[in-house]
């Protein structure tokens, strides 16, 4: 009898399982970013990040999103800092083909914390811990209300990172491979506790001492507020380095 309410369980729970996959509803896009990444080293502890990033749909070449981040950086050991900062973002509509002009504007203070542990002279592995706040603007779907809705997100990365030529003198190329999940939290989320994970792989090729560039492919695979609804999408990103010494 026991071994039957077993079975019974496992029957009924994959069953469960089985009806949430029938009802979930994914909507796949391919989407372009540029991304300009500039960093001021002020001295040995301290340097500042900034990021400008345009997102846009291959289809139709519809505006999605553009994002602003600014963080200072402080390094606490020699393969470890603390960072802390604010992002700014004008969300648009996510449908390519949507006739809205909507745009949701976002204040996203920030804390994190990274390690990197260098495995060889040319591999190494970062570990990244952000705090997301964010701040949203309430909107109806078609004009913004008064007020923002709020919430925390939490994101874990981890990047591998591996230098591709052997000779030190020559400008390295290197190849990215990561893998980052991000989960909310707050009494406005519901159902998505699971925001996204983003898969990527990339090649940053130094041109001088101060700039590089970067071409690299990302999978973004989202749950938005409903509770079937999904993105997944194919995101080609270009990023230019900027890096300045005081």
Known sequence: MRKEKI???????FLYFGLQAQNKQVTRQSLYWIRYYN???????????????????????????FIAHSRMHYKILQN???AFGMTYS??????????SHLVVPEIRP???ITYINSISKRLALQHRIRIDERFIRKNDGEVLLPGYNFNFRFRY???????????????????????????NAGRNIIYNQFDQNRIYAGIEQVLNKNFSMEL???????????????FDRDIIRLTIYHRIKL
């Open 157 to 183: 990365r981890l990047l591998a990172s591996f230098k591709l030529n052997r000779d030190s003198t020559k400008r390295a190329t290197t190849l990215k491979l990561a893998n980052e999940i991000m989960l």
């Open 216 to 230: 690299g492919y990302m999978y973004w695979y989202q749950q938005r507020p409903t509770q079937y609804q999904f």
């Open 90 to 99: 004008r969300q648009s509509p996510q449908d390519p083909h949507s006739i």
């Open 39 to 65: 960093q001021l080293t002020i001295n040995t502890k301290w340097t500042w990040h900034n990021e400008l990033e345009e997102r846009r749909f291959f289809e139709n070449n519809q505006h999605h999103h």
């Open 80 to 82: 470890a800092d603390l």
């Open 110 to 112: 920030a804390q994190e």
């Open 7 to 13: 079975y019974l369980v496992i029957f009924f729970w």
